[in-house]
């Protein structure tokens, strides 16, 4: 044998698997997480055929620049999220060479009844049109209820749990964010401590209690208590159990191309542990 074949088989080898591997060149499915009865819900901004311009669900959105009236759940949960008025329905328009819902001010979609959970795994991808104000792009509470938000303020990204009766960010240090710049956030909550990070980075992590939503409601775009998102939200996955570090990766790497994300990353810098991006 060579030492050129040597050398280059095992890199060869390695790079065959990871091309190959769930979440590379397109063969990851996020339906996989749901395959065994798992609870929770996946929605896809890309996929025209789960959203309606009304919240009853009988006129189909059928090109961008439409208005979002419900957006249906991939998972096969049925948790499928609609607008409670049409004043408030986010429009559909492409952001970043990709599909994604927009809103500014008081635009949401909601779910009430069903998709609370005291373990939980969050992984989406969203961007903000500020660097300014306080926004969230999911939340699992309302207003001095127990739950979850993920959230932005002041141009860095925050994970919040409420236990019912405080507050807590879960965050040490802020996630940086810049105006207008798609990034994936991962936040979860393993029945111990609860955890975030943002584009595949070091997680944060804390321990601390968590209590789901008594009155069992969760928001995409928006919540009472720390504002409505203003700017795109690409889609997210959020699933009733705590997902393992490779189920992580994959839908890093599935956000990434959703968002049309290209992250540089160099191992051991700033942007390994998530500061000063």
């Not at 280059?8 to 996020?30: C, K």
């Amino acid at each position: 044998m060579s030492i050129t074949r040597s050398i280059t088989r095992p890199i060869t080898n390695r790079l065959s698997r990871t091309l190959t591997a769930p979440g590379v060149g397109g063969g990851f499915n996020p339906a996989s997480l749901f395959a065994a009865g798992e609870q929770g819900a996946w929605y896809d901004p890309s996929d025209f055929s789960t959203m309606f311009q009304d919240a009853a669900g009988t006129t189909p959105v059928t090109a961008s620049g439409q208005l979002v009236g419900k957006m249906l759940d991939k998972s096969g949960n049925g948790l499928h999220v609609t607008s409670v008025s049409d004043a408030v329905r986010p429009t559909l328009q492409t952001v970043n060479g990709r599909y994604a819902l927009v809103g500014t001010g008081t635009h949401y979609l909601a779910r009430s009844g069903g998709g609370n959970y005291p373990v939980f795994t969050l992984v989406g991808a969203a961007s903000k049109s500020v660097e300014t104000g306080i926004n969230g792009w999911f939340a699992d509470r309302q207003t001095s209820q127990g739950g979850f938000g993920t959230y932005t303020n002041n141009a860095g990204v925050f994970a919040q749990i409420h236990n019912g009766s405080s507050y807590a960010d879960i965050n040490s240090t802020a996630l940086t964010l810049q105006a207008n710049v798609p990034y994936v956030q991962v936040v979860g909550y393993n029945g111990t401590a609860a955890y975030t990070g943002k584009n595949g980075g070091q997680e944060q992590s804390k321990t601390l209690t968590f209590t789901p939503d008594v009155n069992a409601q969760f928001n995409i775009m928006g919540d009472p208590g720390v504002g409505y998102w203003n700017g795109a939200f690409f889609g997210c996955v959020y699933v009733n159990r705590t997902l393992t570090d490779s189920e992580k990766g994959w839908l890093n790497q599935y956000y990434f191309s959703n968002a049309n994300i290209r992250p540089l990353i160099a191992v051991g810098d700033s942007h390994t542990f998530n500061n000063s991006y």
